[in-house]
């Protein structure tokens, strides 16, 4: 199937879309254990690989746009899983971007563990509260994530479409639809490639859903 045929009728019922969020492909960050935030850093083989597979995983769920952060990691894998199914270049949304981790980004967590051993075990545990200096804020990045999903909703209105982000940005997206408090710290961690379904209707803007 053309991930870029046309969905059954029942696919736009009261104008739903599907978005499917996913996290990019792996870098040599993520092996390393440093923290990338807004700190631009390219995919590895390993990860290009990843978006390769995630091409073909994906391709007969009939996706008409691909869209995402600008970093050059989820950008990337974007890029390679488009081509893959003869679609347009993706489409850039600055609110799908990592959250800004102010002066801590590049630093490894090992070096993180000695200097500020306290933040260190807020980053493990994902903490969305963790004070990160000349940073951004969990409300604002909260704001901005769900502003970005809720605009490419309603300019692609019943259709679906596939969004490359990044692993807090998903946690972000989590919270909101499992209704918890932004600062709510959770018992998952999005693995690369891993994805989350989401249906938009005029009624219900954001809710999980699966890829049917």
Do not use: Y
Request: charged share 20%.
């Amino acid at each position: 199937m053309n991930p870029s045929a046309p969905l059954p009728p029942s696919a736009h019922i009261k104008g739903t879309t599907k978005l499917c969020v996913t996290r990019h492909g792996e870098t040599d960050w993520n092996i390393t254990g440093i923290l990338q935030g807004w700190t631009d850093v390219p995919l590895n083989d390993t990860g290009r690989q990843q978006a390769r597979d995630l091409a073909e995983t994906l391709a007969d769920c009939g996706f008409t746009l691909v869209c995402t952060s600008p970093l050059r990691r989820s950008a990337e894998t974007a890029e390679i899983i488009a081509a893959a199914w003869g679609l347009p270049p993706p489409t850039v949304s600055e609110g799908l971007k990592e959250r800004h981790f102010g002066r801590f980004q590049g630093m490894p967590k090992s070096e993180l563990l000695i200097s500020h051993p306290g933040l260190h075990q807020e980053i493990v545990r994902r903490n969305p509260a963790c004070p990160f200096e000349e940073g951004e804020s969990v409300g604002h990045f909260a704001d901005r994530v769900l502003a970005a999903l809720e605009e490419i909703a309603h300019t692609h209105a019943g259709t679906r479409v596939l969004i490359i982000t990044h692993g807090w940005v998903m946690d972000v997206i989590t919270r909101h639809l499992r209704h918890l408090p932004r600062t709510a710290v959770l018992d998952l961690k999005r693995k690369n490639g891993e994805s989350i379904w989401i249906a938009s209707t005029p009624d219900t803007p954001l809710a999980e859903s699966d890829a049917t």
